[in-house]
């Protein structure tokens, strides 16, 4: 498994940006798909998106798609998520982790070594 540390939450009013980095360990991170899931309040974790190994592929949920940009730098070992148009349904724990699976790109199961998240809290 890698290590997997997420930064950059913070409170935000709506209609603000944030950018939320997630650092890896190893040397293998360039060879992954990267996903990104929130968790709010009394609710489950759900599927954020999702970036391919080279950068040039991404998959959004359609709640934040046209808002949040994921992008990755190989050099880093960082994965990125940056999110614009902040709402307050939004609000949520954020965690990014590795796909290992050959299945669908918004099922957690398909993910190991999740990062302990980032909270992200839009206040209105």
């Known amino acids: 498994q890698v290590q997997l540390v997420e930064s950059g939450g913070g409170l935000v009013q709506a209609g603000g940006s944030l950018k939320l980095a997630c650092a890896a360990s190893?040397?293998?991170?360039?060879?992954?798909?990267m996903g990104w899931f929130r968790q709010a309040p009394g609710k489950e974790r759900e599927f954020v998106g999702s970036?391919?190994?080279?950068?040039?592929?991404?998959y959004y949920a359609g709640s934040v798609k046209g808002r949040f940009t994921i992008s990755r730098d190989n050099a880093k070992n960082t994965v990125y998520l940056q999110m614009n148009s902040l709402k307050t349904e939004d609000t949520a724990v954020y965690y990014c982790?590795?796909?290992?699976?050959?299945?669908?790109?918004?099922?957690?199961?398909?993910?190991?070594?999740w990062g302990q998240g980032t909270q992200v809290t839009v206040s209105s």
């Open positions: 190893g040397r293998t991170f360039s060879s992954y798909i």
């Open positions: 970036i391919g190994w080279g950068g040039f592929s991404t």
């Open positions: 982790a590795r796909k290992v699976g050959s299945g669908t790109y918004d099922s957690q199961s398909e993910y190991d070594s």
